[in-house]
């Protein structure tokens, strides 16, 4: 094979890696979307708001440090242990889910009924308030997240390609990893919402609250539900962006870069969030090998807005959204 | 007591309809202008003028921008730091390849030419709804961002990438580059902010306006009954853009001089502008107003008590910053998702009937 097509076939499966790890952090946006009709743009803060967490409770920081110091004159900062990976994973998803209620009984309890642009407003003053808590809880700068995950080129690949065509591809074990985890994810998440009674009620209600309501189902607890869920997923989405570089701000962002999945996939399809993600992965990363070259580079930073925004036009509702039926 | 309609008899439409039809509002209006115009200017400092007054004013502008688009005709739009861009993009071109002709005009112009970059990026809109069309709208951002940052003539080859307001004067005082007195700035901002806020108050309530709230509140029964979808939505992203490029345009040439793109126009500002009007209310001019004041003055109120008074650190009074203002926009929501200027509306309806309950 020429050199050129091996290029674009290693950038098309490195694409696919990425888009999983769209798709992932699209996955929180589509399960609150679906079961409240809340657009959350807080899911991104949640992912870093989560990998922070994470990273506190294994390196056994004392969280507001920066904040009692500043007001006691103290200068404390670590507890002086380290926690075990699966118990600090185990901790902070009990911090999600107390968050998870927290979120639904200080604000959307008291915006039921209010305009879906009033409560993606909430959303984003939520993502303000996490961030800046997240960051008084465990400080802003840089850190490592490892909890135990391969990382680097991975080795087997490199060589079976290198003796099929002569040029060894570059995967790293991380994406792998990711890939795998979000396909267990998903299987998962297909399990629960299937095949037990909190996600069958969890259906019912992202079909309809008010049949779901005279059925006798908790609303309430149901959106606590959902929202620990999308909690989960966004802790690991967290974990895998963390891993790959460092919890920082930044993480927040990649919020954005879910949006034109959801559009491509609609907002209100699981599978959808997993085939947008596939394809604004793949397509960012063949457009930068291929155009970007032509026109200065760094297109990745639109190129799945504008992708997403042709396709809108031609399909409003998105690949796999319910048809937006209009009735006067 | 102090606010009352008893004995003011309105005999003719064009005294029902006008803007402040009770005296009282009139001679407020009146009043707040004169300061504006006759008082501020001679008691305006460098800091004042610098850290309140024009980023009030520039955000304003903004803000009306918006709320013409999002409050009145209900197209949420998250692309407006690009467009404020493509307003400072303009206006630096102009200025550039124009010197001799008077910024005031150069501004306009900025204006015009972000109304055209507006309807083609509303284009879409005729397809897309609601949350399909904001996230349609960042593709709208992110590459005009992009846009200017990758292509040299749009900066004129600086080598920094940065564009840079050379001196321009208005009746032979400068009013841009770095000899600008705060007060002349100040004015000249001003200026624009009274004519913006007059044309927009006018347009939202003529028919205009009145196509705009149709499509806002249902668009399939506007357009049953007669209104063109089409140059409705347009004619929204037309004055909206035309705005919030004036807004771009004083913002880059009055209020910071040098602008580097990523940093000016990024997606927080969108998000900024977008908060202004939420927090002052959707679909209210007085409401832009009120959301660009607070949001502009909360973050030098909390870093003037918080680093100032309490002498803490600047990272950790920034954390506090967004966690404020976070929790105070939910705050805000919970308690009033109507913004600043319903809860002034129920305010001057209590002032009405004061001190009576009924």
Known sequence: ?328 | MFYREAGEFRTSYTDDGQTFPIAFDRWRYYAVLAIAFLVVPFVINDYWANAIFLPFLIYAIAAIGLNILTGYCGQVSLGTGGFMAVGAYACYKLMTGFPDINIFFHVIGAGFITAGVGVLFGLPSLRIKGFYLAVATLAAQFFLVWLFNRVPWFYNYSASGQISAPERTVFGLPVTGPATEPWAAYLFCLVFVVAVAWIARNLTRGSVGRKWMAIRDMDIAAEIIGVNPLTAKLTAFAVSSFFVGIAGALFFAVYLGAVEVGEAFGIQKSFLVLFMIIIGGLGSIFGSFAGAAFMVLMPVLLKNVLVGGLGWATDLAAHIEFLIVGGLIVTFLVAEPHGLAQLWRVAKEKLRLWPFPY
């Not at chain 1, 998870?100 to 209010?114: C, E, G, K, S, Y």
């Not at chain 1, 032509?294 to 992708?307: I, R």
């Open chain 1, 1 to 328: 094979m020429p050199d050129q097509l091996l290029f674009a076939a290693e950038v098309t499966l490195n694409g696919l890696m990425a888009g999983v790890l769209y798709a992932l952090v699209a996955l929180g946006f589509v399960l609150i979307y679906k079961a409240s009709g809340i657009f959350n743009y807080a899911q991104g803060v949640m992912a870093l708001f989560a990998a922070l967490t994470l990273v506190g409770i294994m390196d056994g920081q004392v969280p507001f440090s920066h904040l009692i110091n500043a007001i006691f004159g103290t200068e404390v900062h670590h507890f002086g242990w380290h926690v075990p990976a699966v118990a600090a994973i185990l901790l902070t998803i009990v911090v999600m889910v107390v968050l998870a209620w927290a979120v639904n009984r200080f604000i959307f309890r008291h915006l039921v009924n209010q305009e879906p642009i009033i409560l993606f407003m909430a959303t984003i003053g939520l993502a303000y308030f996490l961030e800046g808590f997240g960051d008084l809880m465990w400080g802003s700068d840089i850190k490592k997240l490892d909890v135990g995950l391969p990382q680097g080129i991975n080795l087997w690949i490199d060589e079976t390609t290198y003796n099929a065509f002569g040029y060894g591809f570059f995967i790293d074990n991380l994406d792998i990893v990711a890939t795998v985890i979000a396909a267990l994810l998903v299987i998962g998440l297909v399990i629960f919402s299937q095949y037990t009674k909190q996600g069958r009620a969890l259906r019912a209600v992202a079909d309809d609250h008010q049949a779901a309501l005279s059925v006798g189902i908790s609303l309430n607890f149901i959106w606590v539900l959902v929202w620990s869920v999308a909690g989960f997923v966004a802790l690991v989405a967290g974990i895998m962006w963390g891993a790959k570089s460092g919890v920082q701000f930044s993480l927040s962002l990649i919020a954005l870069k879910a949006l034109p999945v959801l559009m491509l996939g609609g907002f209100t399809s699981i599978p959808g969030a997993i085939v947008g993600g596939l394809i604004i992965g793949v397509g960012e990363k063949l457009f930068e090998f291929l155009i970007g070259p032509l026109v200065g580079g760094a297109t990745e930073n639109w190129f799945a807005y504008v992708l997403a925004l042709l396709f809108l036009v031609f399909r409003p509702q998105g690949l796999f959204g319910e048809k937006i039926i209009e009735r006067v």
